[in-house]
C-alpha cells in the first residue's frame, strides 16, 4: 500500500498548484482522504478532507475559499487545487487515508500517509 503525493513546486504569490495524491494497493474512494502541511517552523497541520461517505468536504480557515480538495475515482487519485497562494502556504504536504467515513484533523485516525510534496510560495 502506498500513497504518492505529488504536484509540489516553486510558484509565486497569488498562483496556483494543484497537488496529487495517487494510491497504489488500496482504493481511494473507500477511505476519507486529507491534506496536511508542516513548515520548519510550526506543527504539521490539518488541512483539507474528503470524506469516504458522501463526498463531503472540510477545510481549515487558512485555506477555506482558496483551496478545493477533489477525487477522481476512474485515476484512484485525491487532488488539491491551491489557488491565490501566500507565502505563509510554503510548507511540506502530505495526503493521508483513513478509514473512516467522516473528517478527523487527528492525525492518528490516519493509517496511510504519502511520503510529503514541498510547495514554496516565493517572489
Known amino acids: 500500500v502506498q500513497l504518492q503525493a505529488s504536484g509540489g513546486g516553486l510558484v509565486q504569490p497569488g498562483g496556483s498548484l494543484t497537488l496529487s495524491c495517487a494510491a497504489s494497493?488500496?482504493?481511494?474512494?473507500?477511505?476519507?482522504i486529507a491534506w496536511f502541511r508542516q513548515s520548519p517552523e510550526k506543527e504539521r497541520e490539518y488541512i483539507s478532507c474528503?470524506?469516504?461517505?458522501?463526498?463531503?468536504?472540510d477545510y481549515a480557515d487558512s485555506v477555506k475559499g482558496r483551496f478545493t480538495i477533489s477525487r477522481d475515482r476512474a485515476k484512484n487519485t485525491v487532488y488539491l487545487q491551491m489557488n491565490s497562494l501566500k507565502p505563509e502556504d510554503t510548507a511540506v504536504y502530505y495526503c493521508?487515508?483513513?478509514?473512516?467515513?467522516?473528517?478527523?484533523?487527528?492525525?492518528?485516525?490516519?493509517?496511510?500517509w504519502g511520503q510529503g510534496t514541498l510547495v514554496t510560495v516565493s517572489s
Open positions: 494497493g488500496l482504493t481511494l474512494a473507500s477511505y476519507s
Open positions: 493521508a487515508a483513513a478509514a473512516r467515513g467522516i473528517c478527523t484533523q487527528d492525525e492518528s485516525n490516519y493509517r496511510y
Open positions: 474528503l470524506t469516504r461517505i458522501g463526498g463531503y468536504t
